[in-house]
């Protein structure tokens, strides 16, 4: 019997193939090393081979036969949020079409045993704490659709055939298990943040405004080598219980600036982020109108009264007794006392 794992050569998957094989398990990995490596299988088998091609059902069976395999963990995917908003016909042929296929061979040999790697990207932008497997899936792009439509996709087959199955919605992987599977990608805060430092650059924080206590955004992290363990518990446990879906995170928050702290500052104090724009770091909001000079809060603006028209004589008159209370300019806004009146030139 062995394992297959699709996306094996991938950031994830790879540490998901080298714990297995450490256990002694038989693994055979298929991927088409579109942004997967070969090197990183170790001693498993590879079978290149896209999963959302046409006759991928068939050649997966083949696979399946030969190497009698009994359970799938299935990473082989599209993750690109911004690419799957661009071209969300292909993101649902590659995320879905793909994993179609892989549940048709599955069905075709009897393999009843599939860990899906989903997304906490199913649940969009949940006006909630901490989100939980009870809080309602919107997802918001077409990548995180894709997730979704696969966790439909498997639990009807399930119903249809007594698939044994768990979807695991990761939350923001990062890190390495070994100094060889680090994330090859720079598209997350971790490797976006290594690869700035490794060019002797600052990190640039992008959003200084979020609802958070140093108003940059917050996310849950959760380490590669315990997301690979996690799937390891998730297939020894298939069948023992109701549950199909769960949230693989730490439930503990950490903002950007937390994350680029901890990650440079240790090595190098001198390494500090910069705030896209030159905004600096935000500061809490006082909830009052400061002057330029900062001496005094000034006073909220009133809505301007309704100009009448006097007569010039009045007008003269009235502009005297205010210049010499010295505190409105011409406009009739409020100046600062502590600073002078700005002088116009003589002419
Ligand atoms: N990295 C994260 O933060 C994160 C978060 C949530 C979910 N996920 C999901 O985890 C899975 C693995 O992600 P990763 O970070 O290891 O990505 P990755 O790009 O490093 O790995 C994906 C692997 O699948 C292979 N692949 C892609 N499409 C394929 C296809 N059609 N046929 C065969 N092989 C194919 C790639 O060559 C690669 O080896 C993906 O399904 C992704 O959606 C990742």
């Known amino acids: 019997m062995s394992i297959m794992v699709t996306g094996g050569a991938g950031y994830i998957g790879a540490h998901v193939v080298r714990l297995l ?18 090197d990183r299988v170790g001693e498993a088998t590879l079978v290149e081979l896209d999963v959302a091609d046409g006759d991928a059902q068939q050649r997966l069976e083949l696979v399946m036969r030969e190497r009698e395999v009994d359970g799938v963990i299935h990473f082989a995917a599209r993750k690109q949020v911004g690419e799957s908003v661009q071209r969300p016909a292909w993101y649902y042929q590659q995320n879905v079409t793909g994993l179609a296929n892989v549940l048709a061979a599955m069905e075709a040999v009897g393999a009843d045993r599939l860990i899906f790697s989903s997304s906490a990207a199913v649940y969009g ?84 405004d979020y609802p958070t206590p140093d108003g940059t955004c917050v996310r849950d992290y959760i380490h590669v080598l315990d997301l690979a363990h996690a799937h390891l518990a998730a297939l020894d446990r298939l069948g ?9 995170g730490t439930g503990q928050g950490a903002s950007v600036a937390e994350v680029i702290a901890e990650i440079g500052l240790p090595r190098n104090p001198a390494v ?14 006082v909830g009052r109108r400061w002057c ?33 209370r010295g505190r409105s300019d011409r406009a009739g806004r409020r100046r600062c006392r502590c600073r002078p009146r700005p002088s116009r030139p003589r002419g």
């Not at 989100?131 to 990548?143: A, L, S």
């Not at 023992?240 to 693989?248: A, D, I, L, M, T």
């Not at 009045?314 to 502009?319: F, I, K, M, V, Y």
């Open 21 to 38: 094989l450490e256990r002694g398990e038989d693994v055979v990995v298929v991927d088409d090393l579109s942004t997967g490596r070969e």
């Open 125 to 208: 932008m949940p006006d909630v704490e901490v989100v939980t497997e009870d809080t309602t899936p919107q997802p918001i792009n077409p990548y995180g659709e894709t997730k979704l439509v696969g966790e439909w996709l498997i639990a009807d087959a399930e119903r249809a055939w007594g698939l044994r199955s768990a979807s695991l919605r990761y939350f923001n992987v990062a890190g390495a298990g070994w100094a060889d599977l680090g994330d090859p990608a720079v598209l997350n805060l971790v490797p976006m943040v290594l690869d700035r430092l490794a060019r002797g650059e600052r990190p640039t924080i992008f959003g200084d």
């Open 240 to 248: 023992q219980g109701e549950e199909r879906v769960f949230n693989v």
């Open 272 to 285: 500090g982020a910069c705030w896209a724009g030159g905004a600096g770091p935000p500061r809490p909001d």
């Open 292 to 324: 330029r000079c900062r001496c005094r809060p000034s006073r909220p603006r009133t809505p301007r009264r309704p100009r009448v028209r006097r007569s010039p004589r009045g007008r003269r008159r009235r502009r005297a007794e205010s210049s010499s």
